[in-house]
């Protein structure tokens, strides 16, 4: 028998009752019995993932689209506040997401160095959310002296009662 052959046969064991026979018959080797099964001990209801007052209440997710206009605006941030209403329903906690925005420079073309959109102060209040849109268009010439305007199109998400 070969080498090869003689690992191939010392290889091919069958483990039964903690020990190891190989096909060898002058070789035989002790392998120890398996740990005994530890009992489980029971474990505790799931808890909620947020432990916020309202959230063992039912509710449901709800959505509002729409679009905001940004007048024409120069030297500074334009502020727009917005509200949207969810009616007879009352508003739990909500987000606003962008959807799509449209800004550009009235009078001439520009390089463009910084463009902000951006929803601040959301807050529900019965079934009305309010926010405020916040856009800014500044070239690179360190003011923000050039006028713009566009329009922002946002989703509002909402969990009602």
């Given at each position: 028998?070969?080498?090869?052959?003689?690992?191939?046969?010392?290889?091919?064991?069958v483990v039964a009752g903690g020990t190891a026979y190989f096909a060898a018959p002058t070789t035989r080797a002790q392998v120890p019995p398996p740990p005994?099964?530890?009992?489980?001990?029971?474990?505790?209801?799931?808890?909620?993932?947020?432990n916020q007052p309202m959230m063992n209440q039912p509710s449901e997710i709800?959505?509002?689209?729409?679009?905001?206009?940004?007048?024409?605006?120069?030297?500074?941030?334009?502020?727009?506040?917005?509200?949207?209403?969810?009616?007879?329903?009352?508003?739990?906690?909500?987000?606003?997401?962008?959807?799509?925005?449209?800004?550009?420079?009235?009078?001439?073309?520009?390089?463009?160095?910084?463009?902000?959109?951006?929803?601040?102060?959301?807050?529900?209040?019965?079934?009305?959310?309010?926010?405020?849109?916040?856009?800014?268009?500044?070239?690179?010439?360190?003011?923000?002296?050039?006028?713009?305007?566009?329009?922002?199109?946002?989703?509002?998400?909402?969990?009602?009662?």
């Amino acid at each position: 028998m070969n080498r090869m052959s003689k690992l191939a046969v010392a290889a091919m064991a069958v483990v039964a009752g903690g020990t190891a026979y190989f096909a060898a018959p002058t070789t035989r080797a002790q392998v120890p019995p398996p740990p005994a099964p530890q009992p489980v001990a029971p474990q505790p209801a799931a808890q909620p993932m947020m432990n916020q007052p309202m959230m063992n209440q039912p509710s449901e997710i709800d959505f509002r689209s729409g679009t905001i206009s940004i007048g024409i605006t120069k030297g500074t941030e334009a502020v727009v506040p917005t509200s949207v209403n969810f009616a007879n329903r009352q508003v739990l906690s909500a987000q606003v997401l962008l959807k799509g925005f449209d800004i550009e420079y009235i009078d001439a073309d520009h390089a463009l160095h910084r463009e902000v959109v951006r929803f601040e102060n959301i807050d529900a209040q019965g079934e009305t959310v309010k926010f405020d849109t916040r856009v800014l268009l500044r070239d690179n010439s360190g003011d923000i002296d050039d006028k713009y305007a566009g329009k922002v199109d946002y989703v509002v998400i909402a969990r009602l009662r």
